[in-house]
């Protein structure tokens, strides 16, 4: 399994580029992966079969870790925010919680590589400052 993480401001095209490339039948584009945690892993909108697509990589995550699914601990705009890597290497942030935050986040690929069937994950979150 591999993740092409697609950076790009708001109105750059990001989205589009995720779209065409998961036309691909390899390619799951999976969108902006930093709402996952503040939307309990759920889309806000979508249609049943999209609902229950998400709804099955929250299974298989809760199957993979053990039950302890984590949805709500994790900022994704504050954990992979540059004052945070920063803090993190002057030893200011708790090992712990960013390595934690590393499992989930790895978790969650594969869960999606799974669920989709699909051996490239894209991620094309905004949530990077």
Known sequence: MEVLYILGCHRSGSTILTILLGNHSDI?????LSDYCKNSGLPK???????????SVKNEME???NG????????PG???????????????NKKEELNSYY????????????????Q??????????
């Not at 504050?78 to 200011?92: D, R």
């Not at 490239?120 to 400052?129: A, E, L």
């Open 103 to 118: 499992q989930y986040i790895e978790q969650l690929y594969l869960s999606i590589s799974k669920v989709s069937n699909r």
């Open 28 to 32: 799951f584009g999976a969108g902006e």
């Open 68 to 75: 302890k699914l984590f949805i709500k601990k994790y900022n």
């Open 78 to 92: 504050e954990l992979e925010s540059n004052s945070y890597f920063i803090k993190h290497i002057l030893g200011k």
């Open 120 to 129: 490239i994950i894209i991620d094309s979150s905004k949530s990077i400052s």
């Open 45 to 55: 909108r979508s249609n049943n079969r999209l609902l229950n697509f998400w709804k």
């Open 63 to 65: 199957n993979s870790l």
